[in-house]
């Protein structure tokens, strides 16, 4: 065999060093990125939990070269020594967190609720409105995507004041519902496309109504779908900064506004910043780890065919 | 037609009522009672506030809850007049009603708005004030610097999207530990961009204490200020915003590479390409469609981009980084004019889907020509 084939030969016999020497270098890549990607998280809890020195030291290793203290959290209340008392810091950010909660959930299941009933829709039916057809109101919700938010942010500004929707929680929900239902959309239609058409038609021989065959059968299987685009959805409520900074001021405004409006002033602490930018992200950043299947089956949905 | 409506039409005569022109009346009524009540609403408040009568309500708002009676008597309208047709209606109307009122409308609004010279702080309130709007705009320089920004900021999606392939590739490989990996990678996407202006940009980059900087100097950067000049700043924020959305790239073009095909890649192999080779001639051609989706969605997403810019630098120094989002952004805040505002923001939607027609356009073409697609 050997001598048959002498160009094979000698390139299994070069293989194993440079196959190790690849693998070398593709580790130390993934742990370069890893580094870029989790450093600047690993930085801000850490600060959080640091005094004037450790920062202006660069100390990086808690109990290594600094002693972790509770100085960013005593700041927002929400230290181990402050959690029984009163504070106002604490009071204002739990009602910030809980608008960021309310509003993102709201607008995501509105979206998911609206997005998915005209997904399936498209995805099953030809409807024709006037000139109208099925590629035309896909082409139209979808298109939705590429409107910046300036253009909807002044009429916006002026219509809310004029509804009294400015600065209440229900007016950021429909805005943001709107931001997301195209993405949604996209999704969902991706999701019922991939569901063969034979499911419904068993129901219908059976009897089932067009809305119970959707409700009993389709929906069961398009779960996982919804789930993806609703955690998709609520990422991106949750991170909004934009229109919150325009619409809401001391009502409705959510955590990236209190946090924006920290940043701004001078007198803040780095190790309350970082407490704050901490409690921001962590929930969301927990739940997008735990569902991160769902979270990457939503991004990726109708990229690939 | 799709087979489905086709088995159901003949289901839909033993459950519709007996009476069809009952339910047509019905149907009619409903929908005629419905749009009387909201252009009642309507036409009461305008006049109202108008100054023309005195019977009127404190704000819009019952107009509001006029449109959304509307609209749910357009839905009932439907089912009983049409059937199953309308049943059928009924899953795309709501999200089609949703959408016209809060889009269509505020974008016509907008429209209106942005002819006018309307400073909401003034007590004048909204004067017509034909193209003057448009005329400042032209000779605005900071509007124009924002646009030769975006440029850049566009131009950097292709910097953003080499290296989410090289990271695609990476978590591709046959590597341990893989779902840690992807996690680590695609944490920065989950994370508020506000936060990140923070988190990066005004304490990892701080010029005392910040660890970059300190990095930088060790590295020989003597003064490392990573938002004083205009080239290093935007370098800057475009590094921050790639942090952040370069996971978003790199998950696409992850699902494609599994997607691919395995045995045309063993194939090269056993043919004895290099694993340059077969990139080039395999892998790219193969995954130039879901590329193609995954820089244009970038690039709609880039052309929003703001949160960044606002919460770093302000668009500073001398308006080196602003995009045009935040520079209307800080237009609106300081001299709170919503009409000079709304035509720079109108006009910049015009360009848009301009550019994007023309983009798209330009990639179907040369998608066409692409002999192995």
Redesign the interface.
């Known amino acids: 065999m050997a001598t048959s084939l002498p160009n094979q030969n000698i390139s299994a016999r070069k293989r194993p060093s440079r196959q190790a020497w690849g693998r070398v270098i ?2 130390a ?2 742990l370069f ?2 580094f ?3 450093f ?2 690993y ?2 809890v850490t ?1 959080s939990f640091k005094v004037a020195a450790d ?2 030291q ?1 100390h ?1 290793i808690p109990w290594v070269d600094f002693t972790p203290q509770w100085r960013g959290w005593r700041s927002l209340g929400l230290s181990p020594e402050t959690i029984g008392q009163t504070s106002t810091v604490r009071d204002e950010f739990l009602k910030r967190f809980q608008n960021s909660v309310v509003i993102s959930v709201g607008a995501s299941l509105l979206a998911v609720a ?2 998915s ?2 997904a ?3 995805s ?4 024709r409105f006037g000139k109208l057809g099925n590629r035309d ?1 896909a082409f ?2 979808l298109s ?16 809310y ?5 400015l600065d209440t929680r229900i007016g950021i929900i ?2 943001y ?2 931001t997301v ?1 195209p993405i949604v ?1 996209w999704i969902m239609r991706d999701q019922f496309q991939s569901i063969p ?1 034979e499911l ?2 068993a129901a ?2 059976d ?1 089932a ?3 119970g065959a ?1 409700f009993r059968i389709i929906l069961p299987i398009a779960l996982p779908g919804m789930v993806a685009a609703f955690i998709l959805s609520l ?1 991106l409520c ?2 909004e ?2 229109f919150a ?2 619409l809401t001021s001391t009502n409705a405004n959510t ?2 506004v209190m ?2 409006s920290q ?1 701004g002033s001078q007198g803040v602490n ?1 190790w309350s ?2 407490a704050l ?1 901490t409690a ?2 962590l929930p ?2 927990i739940v ?2 735990l569902l ?1 299947r769902y ?2 089956k939503g ?2 949905a109708g ?3 | 037609m799709s087979p489905a409506p086709s088995v159901t039409a003949s289901a839909a005569p033993v459950r519709a009522a007996p009476d069809p022109a009952r339910r047509q009346a019905i149907g009619r009524g409903l929908f005629w009672a419905a749009t009387a009540l909201l252009l009642a609403a309507v036409l009461v408040q305008g006049l109202y506030s108008a100054g023309l009568t005195e019977v009127g309500f404190a704000n819009w708002r019952p107009v509001l809850y006029a449109y959304v009676i509307w609209s749910v008597a357009v839905c009932a309208s439907q089912v009983l007049r049409r059937g199953q047709q309308g049943q059928r209606a009924l899953f795309v109307l709501p999200a089609l009603l949703f959408t016209l009122a809060v889009v269509v409308f505020p974008t016509v609004f907008g429209l209106f708005i942005a002819f006018s010279d309307w400073n909401l702080s003034s007590f004048t309130g909204r004067q017509f004030n034909g193209v003057d709007n448009f005329v400042a705009m032209l000779n605005d320089p900071y509007y124009w610097n924002a646009m030769g920004n975006m440029v850049i900021y566009v131009l950097a999606v292709l910097v953003q999207y080499a290296i989410a392939f090289g990271l695609a590739l990476l978590l591709n490989a046959e590597i341990r530990a893989r779902k840690f990996f992807r996690v680590a990678f695609l944490l920065p996407f989950m994370l508020s961009p506000v936060a990140v202006s923070w988190m990066i940009g005004k304490s990892l980059m701080e010029y005392r204490f910040g660890p970059l900087s300190q990095f930088a100097r060790l590295l020989g950067w003597d003064s490392p200020a990573f938002f004083a000049t205009p080239w290093i700043a935007r370098a800057s924020i475009i590094a921050l915003d790639s942090w952040v959305s370069i996971p978003f790239i790199m998950i696409l073009l992850l699902a494609g590479l599994q997607a691919m095909p395995k045995d045309i890649m063993e194939a090269a192999k056993i043919d004895g390409a290099t694993g340059w080779q077969s990139f080039w001639k395999i892998t790219f051609p193969l995954m130039l469609p879901v590329s193609v989706t995954a820089i244009v969605l970038r690039i709609i997403f880039q052309l929003k981009l703001a949160d960044i810019v606002i919460n770093t630098t302000a668009g500073g120094p001398g308006g080196a980084t602003d995009t045009v989002t935040s520079f209307i952004y800080r237009e609106y805040r300081d001299r709170s004019n919503v009409g000079y505002g709304t035509m720079l923001a109108e006009f910049y939607f015009v360009l848009i889907v301009i550019f994007l027609t023309v983009l798209l356009a330009l990639i179907n073409r040369w998608m066409k020509r692409f002999p192995t697609t």
């Not at chain 1, 099953?124 to 409807?127: D, K, N």
């Not at chain 1, 004041?161 to 929707?165: D, P, T, V």
């Open positions: 593709v580790y890549l993934l990125w890893t870029v990607s989790l600047p998280v930085w801000t600060t920062v202006t660069g990086l609206l997005g009933l005209a399936y829709g498209l099953r039916f030809q409807y109101l139209f919700f939705q995507l590429i409107l910046p938010p300036v253009v909807l942010a002044m009429p916006f500004l002026v219509l004041r004029e509804l009294a929707l429909l805005l519902t709107l239902l959309i058409i419904e038609e219908f021989i009897g109504s067009i809305w959707f990422v949750w991170n900064y934009f900074a325009l955590l990236p946090l924006a940043t780095w910043m970082a930018a921001a992200i969301l950043a997008g780890i991160e979270l990457i991004l990726t990229a690939v065919k």
